[in-house]
């Protein structure tokens, strides 16, 4: 690309941009024609210049038939070269016929589309239904590219500031939904996807403590649980039946089963409602077979979830206590 600053590389105002082989100009202004010529030549070069039109002719003709040249130097603040640039651009601009600029007016940024009917072609390729899809291998390169590429905190930060107070129209959440619809079903078929997404999860949450460890739930909050959950199981019948399922075949480890038998084994008396008798029995076990009821009522009762169990409520006994006649000391010991 060819220069001529006439002596004023360092000096600001109006400069012409020539395109020597079919005679299209671009006209501009600059505090420092020198610096203004660079940022031309590297953008040009670089293939991202923000003029599409001035880009298309240089990548077809190259940057040898370019001429840079000074028209007029203006000093003074910027509003005084863009008046001398808007004369200038009255004289030249026929609508990217042979000139590159966009726009008549220099206070006008250029079109977003850049054709020479902007908004036609913005319509046609709204109405146009085949739209670009990425291809699995254009997915593929991309992905490959941004592996291992950690998004900065001032980074996120901006993306915060800038969708807060954001929201989705009725009209968009809705084609959201109509698009994901199935999808996530789809990927949950399938295995692969599956384990990923497993051990993705269980990397994340490695080394940090549960979101609710420490949390004390106060009893509002447990009612509200309970009760939700009562409501998920008389609405789902088919949710205890998969549980049941996912179950079947599952053994408990060996200190499960240990606890599970200290907690069988612990002495606990029985007060009939009835009589007002009280019989101590050496372990819940001994004491549900005697009674004939489940363990698990007995638990029940201790958790306050049943005031009774087949006429009898529980207390559990402490093993140091001294059992004061002999006719008790033998149902104790069975």
């Not at 850049?114 to 739209?131: D, F, G, L, Q, V």
């Amino acid at each position: 690309m060819e220069y001529d600053y006439n002596g004023f590389s360092l000096k600001s105002g109006v400069y012409k941009l020539t395109n020597k082989l079919n005679g299209r100009v671009y006209i501009g202004s600059a505090r420092e024609f020198k610096e203004r010529w660079r940022e031309h030549t590297k953008r040009l070069k670089s293939g991202n210049h923000s003029n599409k039109f001035l880009q298309a002719d240089y990548n077809k003709c190259g940057e040898d038939v370019f001429v840079f040249e000074v028209i007029e130097v203006i000093d003074g603040p910027q509003e005084n070269r863009l008046l001398v640039e808007q004369r200038y651009i009255d004289q030249h601009y026929d609508d990217q016929q042979q000139c590159y600029n966009l726009t008549r007016s220099v206070n006008k940024r250029g079109p977003k589309c850049h054709s020479y009917n902007p908004e036609n072609t913005a319509a046609k390729r709204k109405e146009n239904p085949n739209k670009h899809r990425w291809s699995e291998e254009e997915k593929k390169v991309i992905s490959e590219k941004l592996r291992g590429h950690i998004v900065s905190e001032e980074t996120r930060q901006k993306l915060r500031e800038r969708n807060i107070g954001k929201k989705h129209t009725e009209e968009s959440k809705h084609k959201c939904s109509k698009s994901n619809k199935g999808k996530h079903k789809e990927r949950l078929m399938n295995p692969e996807i599956r384990q990923k997404a497993i051990e993705a999860s269980i990397l994340s949450k490695k080394g940090k403590p549960a979101w609710n460890k420490g949390k004390v739930c106060t009893k509002e909050e447990v009612e509200k649980m309970s009760l939700r959950a009562k409501e998920q199981y008389a609405n789902n019948p088919d949710i205890k039946r998969k549980l049941r399922e996912a179950n079947l075949g599952k053994k408990q480890s060996e200190e499960t089963k240990r606890k599970r038998i200290e907690k069988l084994q612990k002495p606990i008396k029985a007060i009939s409602l009835d009589t007002g008798l009280e019989t101590i029995y050496p372990s819940i076990k001994k004491a549900c077979e005697e009674l004939g009821i489940y363990d698990s009522y007995i638990y029940q009762f201790f958790k306050g979830k049943v005031k009774s169990v087949k006429g009898y409520i529980f207390e559990m006994v402490d093993t140091r206590i001294v059992i004061p006649n002999l006719q008790q000391a033998l149902q104790f010991l069975g």
